[in-house]
T-cell receptor, first 115, second 115 residues
């Protein structure tokens, strides 16, 4: 099956700094990728849809100026958490659909801790 | 509205006992149904999926699920639980062409296994 990677797997940063998380489709191209956020002991909540060549689409309640998404190529989407605060601490997971398999493939997730 | 309901937040079973995790969905189109498992601090692993055909689908690790359209359910089962099955389980639904549409997840069911 298709593989999606995320980097870094864990990151700890100070409040007020920015953090970039990468999501890569390793063996297929993805014009669309999805970013989810998962708070402890909760489900995955869709944050935004990343579209190659166009602006990302954000879910209601998600600040687009705080969570910057760039779909730089057909295999890479990045999520930048700007001016991070402790309440942004969460598990961030991306997924990418592979049309050939008619399903989505999830990255291993990135644990963000903001001190 | 699209939604997934997992009625049980936490289930505890004895090792070797059978398991059934419930999932009900509400979806306006032909659903594409998934079960994922997540170990603490880890990403999602696909257990099985259903799109069409035989309503009883087999997955990895000895899991199976049965799609019942009349009940809008897709319950996950395992005849004999192993201690390593302790994890969080998520049911998810998407459209049949799940490619460019994000999945909707249930809130998850945490499975504990006791000796």
């Amino acid at each position: 099956g298709a593989v999606v990677s995320q980097h870094p797997s864990r990151v700890i940063c100070k409040s007020g700094t920015s953090v970039k998380i990468e999501c890569r489709s390793l063996d297929f191209q993805a014009t669309t990728m999805f970013w989810y956020r998962q708070f402890p002991k909760q489900s995955l909540m869709l944050m935004a849809t990343s579209n190659e060549g166009s602006k990302a689409t954000y879910e209601q309640g998600v600040e687009k100026d705080k969570f910057l998404i760039n779909h730089a190529s057909l295999t890479l989407s990045t999520l930048t958490v700007t001016s991070a605060h402790p309440e942004d601490s969460s598990f961030y997971i991306c997924s990418a659909p592979d049309g050939g398999y008619n399903e989505q493939f999830f990255g291993p997730g990135t644990r963000l801790t903001v001190l | 509205a699209q939604s997934v309901t997992q009625p049980d937040i936490h289930i505890t079973v004895s090792e070797g006992a059978s398991l059934e995790l419930r999932c009900n969905y509400s979806y306006g189109a032909t659903p594409y149904l998934f079960w994922y498992v997540q170990s603490p601090g880890q990403g999602l692993q696909l257990l099985l999926k259903y799109f069409s055909g035989d309503t009883l689908v087999q997955g990895i690790k000895g899991f199976e699920a049965e799609f019942k359209r009349s009940q809008s359910s897709f319950n996950l089962r395992k005849p004999s639980v192993h201690w390593s099955d302790a994890a969080e389980y998520f049911c998810a639904v998407g459209p049949w062409n799940s490619g460019n549409t994000p999945l909707v997840f249930g809130k998850g069911t945490r499975l504990s296994v006791i000796a």
